[in-house]
């Protein structure tokens, strides 16, 4: 649906919520909700980078400022 509404948007850049299993960026929770973090993108994560919109984690944020 967030696809859907932001497709004819002009945007270069998205924040996404570090570690979800939609947003997460770098790391994603597994699914077993135990806590456990695997290497991977978040299906809207990776769904934005395939349209050409660059992702970055939250936590990335303080670096670029700085």
């Given at each position: 649906m967030a696809l859907s509404?932001?497709?004819?948007e002009d945007i270069e850049l998205a924040i996404l919520q570090?570690?979800?299993p939609t947003c997460g960026v770098n790391q994603i929770y597994?699914?077993?909700f135990t806590g456990k973090l695997?290497?991977?993108m978040g299906l809207f994560a990776k769904?934005?980078?395939e349209r050409g919109i660059k992702v970055i984690d939250?936590?990335?944020v303080e670096t670029l400022i700085c």
């Open positions: 509404q932001i497709q004819h570090s570690r979800s597994d699914g077993s695997i290497s991977g769904a934005l980078k939250v936590e990335e």
